[in-house]
């Protein structure tokens, strides 16, 4: 049987590489290794087919899979059944003339069992880095223009599922993947929906608090699920991802504080930003943005042509179109006037992950801004300490060498003349005699 994990889901056992599955249509899937665990289960890279690629990165699907017992997958693979279908998608995708859309389809599902566990689990393409990672990378801060050009791709995403009836509630860089297949590398696909659900008027004190606790809405926090929170969950990660903080970010283990915090936020828009944004100025949009949340009511359904025109009012300002690259670099305050690419891998972090709707990612070390901010300047002063070291010693003269002294040296040798050892030659020899 899978290992228990304390008193929340069950962790699936390992599954064998190369293991077959067959979803609900008989179609066949083969399963590669191990790419990562969450709080229901583990995912697993995966091909089409009995055939397994030779390298992992040929791996084109992935394979979510949980204990029958758990149920976050179960909520996930019954919301993509519904809303997700692959004609759905693309048929909304061309109704409303979207060069890209990051809604992804389930490309199977089924039952498997494997030893004496019975395993559920779903198939979806394979994505490329979550915005999180590269949101650490960046320094915590991204370009206005990248925020700006995501926004605008998760709204539409917010609209096709809000159109079906459903909210996602938890947006965040962590369930924000970029494509992996060419042509897609742009793509920002929203994915995770283990905690969607459809929205209701009522509300349900079970439900409380659920989510990723930094950007929980107001509405979830005492149990509501409404497309309001969803765009208010919007609105706390544009402001994370160009501000760096939150203020509540010190309270996170108690979610009444937290709750308490958003509340006062929202009813001081301007207030909450200068504490965000500090001396630095607010990005017009932002404003404009976190106001209309502010003001939307419980049940309001979310003007997307008003939000949409906000974000590409401020792509306009920025000079940049809605389908150019995404940009990941570091802000030209942190880099010292150079304008460089940074990495794009993710540093060593802690899994960010829900569980239960809270958040099982560790608070990041305050200092790790100011001590990547100012790595250049580091680097350089100890480049011209090196330098001052190897010009210092070349300065030095080298140290003479003391001359070897040798038994011919002694001052009594040189007087008796003495030619070898053992020899004797008096000083002042008497002459021969002459025969």
Not at 20 to 34: C, E, I, M, N
Not at 105 to 110: D, I, K, Q
Not at 264 to 290: E, H, I, R, W, Y
């Amino acid at each position: 049987m899978p290992p228990k994990k304390g008193k929340l889901y069950k962790m699936p056992a390992p599954i064998p590489k190369n293991e077959v599955l067959t979803d609900t249509s008989k179609q066949k899937w083969t399963l590669g290794p191990s790419i990562g665990k969450g709080g229901f289960g583990e995912i697993y890279a995966a091909a089409e087919g009995e055939t397994a690629p030779r390298k992992e990165s040929d791996y084109p699907y992935v394979v979510k899979i949980e204990p029958h017992e758990n149920g976050p997958l179960f909520v996930e693979k019954t919301f993509y059944l519904r809303v997700a279908k692959k004609e759905d998608v693309s048929s909304w995708k061309e109704k409303k003339k979207l060069k890209v859309f990051g809604m992804p389809v389930a490309c199977g599902v089924g039952s498997h069992t494997c030893g004496d566990t019975k395993y559920r689990f779903l198939v979806m393409d394979r994505y490329g880095k979550d915005l999180w990672s590269l949101f650490l990378s960046c320094n915590k801060m991204f370009p206005i223009s990248t925020v700006l050009q995501i926004s605008i791709q998760v709204l539409d995403v917010l609209e096709y599922i809000h159109s079906n009836g459903y909210v996602h509630a938890d947006i965040k860089g962590a369930n924000l993947l970029l494509g992996l297949r060419k042509g897609t590398e742009n793509q920002v696909y929203v994915v995770d929906f283990g905690l969607a659900s459809r929205f209701s008027s009522s509300k349900d004190p079970k439900k409380a608090h659920n989510g990723t606790i930094e950007y929980t809405s107001r509405d979830a926090h005492v149990g509501g699920t409404t497309c309001r929170g969803d765009m208010e969950i919007l609105a706390y990660n544009v402001v994370h991802w160009l501000s760096s903080k939150l203020p509540w970010e010190a309270v996170l283990k108690d979610p009444s504080a937290v709750q308490k915090a958003k509340e006062t936020a929202m009813q001081n828009v301007p207030q909450f930003l200068k504490t965000c944004f500090g001396k630095k100025p607010v990005p017009d949009f932002v404003s404009k943005f976190l106001k209309y949340v502010s003001e939307m009511k419980y049940e309001e359904l979310p003007d997307y042509t008003k939000v949409r025109k906000i974000f590409m009012d401020g792509l306009k300002s920025e000079g940049v179109k809605l389908d150019s690259p995404l940009s990941f670099t570091k802000p030209l305050e942190q880099q010292n006037g150079e304008s460089k690419k940074i990495r794009t891998s993710p540093r060593k972090t802690v899994k960010r992950g829900s569980e239960n709707g809270s958040s099982s990612r560790s608070k990041p070390d305050s200092s790790d801004r100011e001590m990547d901010t100012n790595s250049e300047e580091e680097d350089e002063e100890g480049e011209n300490k090196m330098k001052k070291r190897k010009v210092a010693s070349k300065a030095k003269p080298k140290p003479t060498q003391e001359k070897k002294v040798s038994w011919r040296d002694c001052p009594t040798v040189k007087a008796s003349r003495v030619e070898r050892p053992g020899e004797f030659v008096p000083a002042n020899p008497k002459p021969k005699k002459a025969k």
